[in-house]
């Protein structure tokens, strides 16, 4: 069951001193926590409830990098073990996911999604043309689940352009 405790994305520091991991308390809400290999201690990295979509510690057993919607739409951030505020990793951009860091090499890669989900009108008196359609609606998130007005000028949907889904 998805919406049930969870742990995932164990990931042990360089040094060994330290293993990470996501603990999800139903789906979307989800944080990181530190098993300290010294003390058997397990502390919170974060305490915000934003899903969480991979992690991987730097090569300096100081930094974890997750993926988090704690700014809205995913992003790769810096979590640092110390008590300081987390910051967003240069050069990422959005939808990034599933971060992993080379031990030997200065080298980070991740997941980008790029799907788009755009709303799309085609005339109904052509049932058998393929291709015939226009893009209303194009942005590059997602744009679903349009409805017409009874009388075809207005025009609402949902869309996830700000991080959440709302209606536009």
């Known amino acids: ?38 003390t058997g201690e397990t502390t ?17 057993s100081q930094h974890v990098i997750a ?9 790769l951030c810096r979590f640092s073990i110390k008590s300081s505020p987390p910051t967003l990793v240069a050069g990422t951009g959005i939808n990034a996911t599933y971060p992993s860091i080379a031990r030997n ?11 788009e989900v755009n709303v799309v009108e085609k005339p109904l008196d052509e049932p058998d ?5 226009t893009i209303l609606i194009h942005s590059s998130r997602h744009d679903f689940a349009p409805r017409l007005a009874f009388d075809g000028k207005k025009l609402a949907f949902t869309s996830t352009r700000d991080g959440d889904e709302e209606i536009y």
């Open 1 to 38: 069951n998805s919406l049930t405790t969870g742990y995932e994305y164990p990931s042990y520091s360089s040094d060994n001193s330290w293993l990470a991991y996501v603990r999800r308390q139903q789906l979307g809400r989800e944080d990181i926590f530190l098993l300290s290999r010294d």
């Open 44 to 60: 919170p990295l974060t305490l915000d409830h934003a899903e969480i979509q991979g992690l991987a510690w730097c090569n300096d």
């Open 67 to 75: 993926s988090s919607t704690r700014n809205g739409l995913p992003t």
């Open 105 to 115: 090499a200065n080298a980070l890669v991740h997941t980008i999604e790029t799907t």
């Open 129 to 133: 043309s393929v291709g015939n359609e």
